[in-house]
C-alpha cells in the first residue's frame, strides 16, 4: 500500500525554498550579535561555537545553569555544508551524578521560519518551558536546538526531518563536548509536531550520521511523521473543506518547493502573498492573525489545485519503515485535531511493522497541545525502564484503530 500525503492535507493537519534566487536569510538583523558567527567555522559538526547566559524564565526552576548555545550543524537539504545553529542548554542544580547527568535534546513544534521565532531569542512557550523544567526536576540536563534556519543564517527547512534531526544531533554532540564529566552521553530524543518528525527524524540517522551518540530511547507526541509504505491506509480528506494556510507557507519559504520549481510567490492567490513577506520576519501567531482576518483557507489561498500542490511539493513529512537504534514511546491525545489520531495510529503501525519497539499510549480527552505535559509521567516510565535494563512494553499486536478526535477534557494545563 502507497499513499501520498498532499501538502495541503499537511497544513490542514497540522491546523520553501524555490529556486536558490529566492533563498532569504531569517530575520537576524533583529536578533543580537551573539547570533552572527564572522569567523572561520570548523569543519565538524556538532562544535559548541560560544555561549552566554539564556534570560531567565520562570518555568526554569528546577534549572542550575541556562545557556544560550551556538553551535556548528551540517546542511542536509541544500548541502551548504557547516553552518551555525543555535539553541539553549538546562543544567539541573546541584552537583552532576558519577559520570553526569542524562540529557534530553528537545525538538520544538510549529514557531515559525523567521529568526526571532527561536525559542533561545523568543523564550520557550510556557507549554514547553514546563515540559522540560520536569525533565531537570528528574535529574537530566535539557538541550534545545532553535533548528537550523531558526535564529542562524536561514531559511528554515520547516518539517525536513533529516534537517532538523542533524539540528538535534548536533545539539547532543555539541552540549557533551562542552561540559565532559558534567553530561554524559545516555541520550533520550523527545519532540513535539513539527519536533515529532525531528526527533524521528534524528533516531533515523543516527547509526550513519552521529554513530557515537548513545541513543536510550525516542519519544514523539503529536505525531506528524507520515510512512507510504506502512501497512495502514488513510481515508482522503474532503478536498474541500479548506484548512489553514499558514504551515504551507511556511513549507513554500523553508525548502518544500524542488531547485527547478516554481516561485512561491506564483503558487500563491494576491490576497496571501503578504504572508510570505510575514513568514520571513514574523512568527505563527501573526500568520494565524492575517489568516483570519482576511478569511484565508487552502480553498481560495493557491493558484494551483491540491493535487497539483503536491506534485510540485517534497513530501517532507515522509519516512521510510526502518529499524530504529532504540526504543520509541509515541504519545496521542484522543481530541487532537491538528494531527488526528487516526494519522498518528498509522504512524504506530509503521514503526511496529518496520520491527521497532513501540510503546504507544493513547490519552482520552486530550488535544494536540495538551499531550506535551499529560504523556510526561509515561514517559519518564518509558525512559526509567530503558535506563534499567529492563524491557519496555512494545503492545504492537495490540494496536487499534482509535476513530475520529473526540472531544477536549476540561482542567488539563494547556489543553486547548
Known amino acids: 500500500m502507497r499513499y501520498a500525503l498532499a501538502p495541503l492535507v499537511i497544513a490542514t493537519l497540522l491546523a520553501a525554498c524555490a529556486a536558490p534566487s529566492t533563498r532569504t536569510g531569517s530575520a537576524s538583523g533583529q536578533l543580537s550579535p551573539f547570533y552572527t558567527w564572522q569567523q572561520a567555522l570548523p569543519e565538524q559538526p556538532g562544535v559548541m561555537l560560544r555561549t552566554e547566559p539564556q534570560p531567565a524564565q520562570p518555568e526554569f526552576t528546577a534549572a542550575g545553569e541556562m545557556q544560550r548555545i551556538l553551535y556548528t550543524s551540517d546542511d542536509a537539504r541544500w548541502g551548504e555544508g557547516i553552518l551555525p545553529v543555535s539553541g539553549t542548554l538546562y543544567l539541573p542544580k546541584g552537583a552532576p551524578p558519577a559520570g553526569g547527568w542524562p540529557l534530553v535534546a528537545w525538538a520544538h513544534g510549529t514557531l515559525g521560519g523567521a529568526g526571532v521565532c527561536a525559542p533561545s531569542w523568543a523564550l520557550h512557550k510556557p507549554r514547553d518551558a514546563t515540559y522540560l523544567n520536569r525533565w531537570l526536576e528528574q535529574g537530566f540536563a535539557v538541550v534545545a536546538t532553535d533548528y537550523q534556519g531558526l535564529g542562524g543564517p536561514g531559511p528554515h527547512p520547516y518539517l525536513i526531518w533529516e534537517a532538523e534531526g542533524r539540528s538535534v544531533l548536533d545539539s547532543v554532540r555539541a552540549a557533551l563536548a562542552a561540559h565532559p564529566g558534567r553530561i554524559r552521553n545516555d541520550v533520550v530524543i523527545t519532540g513535539q509536531s513539527q519536533g515529532s518528525g525531528s526527533s524521528l527524524g534524528a533516531s533515523r540517522i543516527a547509526t550513519e550520521y552521529a554513530p557515537e551518540l548513545r541513543i536510550r530511547g525516542t519519544i514523539a507526541t503529536g ?74 483557507d487552502s480553498n481560495n489561498a493557491f493558484t494551483v489545485s491540491s493535487s497539483e500542490l503536491t506534485k510540485l511539493l517534497l513530501p517532507v513529512t515522509d519516512m521510510d519503515q526502518a529499524r530504529l537504534p532504540a526504543p520509541i514511546f509515541l504519545g496521542t491525545g484522543l481530541a487532537d485535531r491538528t494531527l488526528p489520531p487516526q494519522r498518528q495510529y498509522a504512524a504506530a503501525a509503521a514503526l511496529c511493522s518496520a520491527g521497532n519497539t513501540v510503546e504507544w499510549k493513547t490519552y482520552p480527552g486530550v488535544t494536540h497541545n495538551g499531550i506535551v505535559n499529560v504523556a510526561f509521567d509515561d514517559e519518564l516510565a518509558f525512559v526509567r525502564r530503558l535506563q534499567a535494563g529492563q524491557t519496555v512494553q512494545a503492545p504492537c499486536s495490540n494496536l487499534k484503530d482509535p476513530g475520529p478526535p473526540g472531544q477536549a477534557a476540561t482542567g488539563i494545563p494547556f489543553n486547548d
Open 223 to 296: 505525531v506528524v511523521t507520515s510512512f507510504p509504505d506502512g501497512p495502514v491506509t488513510l481515508a482522503a480528506p474532503d478536498p474541500k473543506r479548506g484548512g489553514p494556510i499558514r504551515y504551507t507557507v511556511l513549507r513554500l519559504i523553508g525548502g518544500s518547493i524542488p531547485e527547478d520549481g516554481p516561485s512561491a510567490e506564483s503558487l500563491l492567490a494576491e490576497p496571501a502573498k503578504p504572508m510570505l513577506a510575514m513568514a520571513r520576519t514574523a512568527c505563527s501567531d501573526a500568520l494565524r492573525d492575517f489568516e483570519r482576518a482576511n478569511k484565508l
